[in-house]
């Protein structure tokens, strides 16, 4: 496709989860777990409400080993998987994993049961005692599920059923979109190929890519809509019967953080809205268009053609993360010298990136595919920020190590900051200071603002299918169109193609209430880099804490010892605040290159 970037042999290393697909040791491992499972059933199933702290800490650790084996299984089908997902060997291996993993959950639900209808007292005491120690959180937190767990019956069967009904409906979104070709010209393109020409700096191949996008979708629109109904009508059964008053309560319970934290942190984005078409405004001014469509959003400031080999992406990452904090620099190192990474572009290979933690008793492993460009050297360091993150916090043990949503983007978009500044120090013409950094506020308008005005659809879609039940199509490209309307004013001119733009994003299908998590997380880090810039004296040794404490602590309490209260009402306008002055900060750098007045 394009020119070599020295990532061509860039292939990880998986036999420190299992040596081959067809490795004795995993097929014993299958049949092992299995047995763990059912033995772990016979011994301990009806007791747990009666366990010693002792007895329940043997019980505990055994649980553990179950999951680790379980997970190390799961974690070689999927990485095997995701980089030749055209090897059938490789499907029916992901396919018998998924089907072991299910069959291990139904062996092992009565323990999770058992352990809700435990009276409070009995709980109270384990959680506070010193022998629990390790695993005081996972205690603390799973309590809160009790009411909203159903029998051992009832949860063995919604698991089971699950398999044809929740999980079915979203592989068969995930496959139609996967099997769909977009129309471009000429020729027909997936969906990742066509998305990726909006970046394109031609605006006549943005228009284009637009249109032939739009008309995939609505070719679409009858089974996407019927998909997007099932789903919600399937979500608020299980809300139901769980007793979760809200489509987003689930979602916030697992996120470890309270409803109205989660109404501020929306609220505090939404007030916002005006900056980002101020900052649309500058944008079609620097591009001297009269109008600016949705279509143009991502628009280049400049054509940048040259390719960054992988030698120097590997270089300005790890000097970039070395400079923060050296430990850093050499955990990141670790991954490039164990070949823990994944990164040559091959046919089959899915698409994206991704870091997998596996489970602690191995070592997480950095997937993506790199094409040279700059946003991939970003997605490098994301990646391994995610890497870094699961490396040190394996030592919590699989119940604690990975933290909840809304702090799993910390480690991930602070490595991207770190890059980004180390990239800027070294441009020296203006105009490429200036594309640089409109890169980055348009990258930051995408995870704070654009998922929150998602979320906005989602409490929209997920409201009218209660009130008003099954919906058409025209009525949630209605509630799309309304809420996305309201985050660009009259900066940007939505076309009536954008209208149908709901159908693909699969994060409101594969897990609904994901989206504010990004907002949470960036405006995170950006409070946590001011600080970092304000006080820079040991910093780095509080923050590499923050992350060794995985999911040992509720997240709050995590950001608390570092000196940040995201309870405050006012916590994200520091972030927003310091999202406006990078929008200053290209306007003035504007001015003075004489760009735009
Ligand atoms: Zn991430």
């Known amino acids: 496709m394009s ?12 036999t420190d989860l299992y040596s081959a697909p067809d490795a004795a040791e995993l097929q014993s491992d299958k049949k092992k777990v299995l047995e763990m499972a059912a033995r772990f059933g016979e011994v301990w199933r009806g007791r747990i409400a009666s366990l010693s702290s002792d007895e329940f800490l043997t019980c505990l650790n055994e649980l553990e080993a179950i999951q680790d084996l379980g997970g190390r299984i799961g974690s070689y089908a999927y990485l095997s998987w995701s980089a030749d997902t055209e090897n059938p060997t490789l499907g029916k291996l992901l396919q018998e994993a998924t089907e072991l993993g299910s069959e291990i959950g139904q062996k092992l639900v009565f323990f999770d049961v058992e352990w809700l209808k435990t009276d409070d007292v009995t709980a109270k005491k384990h959680i506070e005692s010193e022998t629990l120690r390790g695993y005081r959180h996972y205690l603390e937190a799973s309590r809160r599920y009790k009411p909203h767990t159903l029998s051992e019956e009832q949860e063995q069967m919604l698991q089971a059923k699950s398999v044809t009904g929740q999980q079915a409906w979203v592989r068969f979104f995930d496959e139609t979109l996967g099997a769909a070709k977009f129309p471009f010209r000429e020729e027909e393109l997936s969906e990742q190929e066509i998305l990726s020409k909006l970046h394109e700096p031609d605006r006549d191949i943005r228009k284009d890519a637009s249109d032939g996008f739009t008309t995939a979708l609505k070719g679409l629109s009858r089974t996407l809509t019927f998909v ?8 608020k059964t299980n809300d139901a019967l769980r007793n979760y008053p809200s489509w987003i309560s689930a979602r916030n319970l697992s996120n470890e953080i309270s409803d109205a934290t989660v109404e501020n942190l929306v609220a505090s984005v939404q007030a916002y809205y005006p900056v980002v078409q101020r900052y649309y405004r500058l944008k079609r001014r620097l591009l001297g268009y009269d109008k600016l469509y949705d279509y143009d959003r991502y628009a280049p400031l400049m054509q ?29 190192g670790e991954f490039f010298e164990k070949n823990w990474i994944d990164a040559a572009l091959r046919p089959g290979k899915r698409s994206g990136a991704y870091a997998a933690s596996t489970v602690p008793s191995v ?26 993150h699961q490396y040190l916090s394996r030592k919590n043990g699989i119940f604690q190590a990975d933290t909840p949503l809304t702090t799993a983007e910390t480690a991930s978009v602070f490595g991207e900051m770190l890059v980004f500044q180390n990239i800027t120090a070294r441009l020296t013409d203006p105009k490429e200071k200036l594309a640089l950094l409109m890169e980055k506020i348009d990258d ?13 659809f989602e409490h929209a879609m997920h409201t009218a299918r209660r ?22 004013g009259d900066s940007v001119e939505l076309t009536d193609n954008y209208r149908n733009w709901w159908m693909y994003i699969p994060h409101f299908l594969h897990t609904p209430g994901y989206v504010y998590a990004y907002a949470f997380g960036e405006l995170l880090v950006l409070s946590l880099y001011n600080m970092y810039q304000q006080q820079p004296q040991g910093f780095a040794d509080r923050y590499l804490q923050l992350l060794s404490a995985g999911g ?27 999202f406006e002055q990078l929008v200053v900060k290209a306007e003035e750098a504007a001015a003075a290159a004489g760009l735009a007045g």
């Open 3 to 14: 020119q070599p970037t020295g990532a061509e042999h860039i292939f990880w290393d998986l």
């Open 228 to 235: 997007f109904n099932t789903l919600l009508a399937d979500k």
């Open 304 to 332: 940048t053609e040259s390719t960054v080999s992988w030698e120097e992406a590997r270089e300005m990452v790890l000097s970039s993360y070395s400079g923060f904090h050296p430990e850093m620099g050499r955990i990141a």
């Open 363 to 388: 070592h997480p492993y950095v997937f993506m595919n790199y094409t040279g460009q700059l946003r991939d050297v970003q997605t490098l360091a994301h990646e391994l920020g995610h890497g870094v």
């Open 444 to 456: 930051t308008i995408a995870t704070v603002f654009r998922q929150v005005s998602m979320n906005r």
């Open 467 to 488: 009130e008003e039940g099954e919906l058409a199509s025209e009525r949630l490209s209605e509630l799309w169109f309304e809420t996305q309307r309201a985050l660009y």
């Open 552 to 578: 040992s602590e509720w997240p709050e309490k995590l950001v608390a010892r570092i000196g940040l209260n995201v309870e405050d009402p006012q916590f994200w306008t520091q972030g927003l605040q310091l």
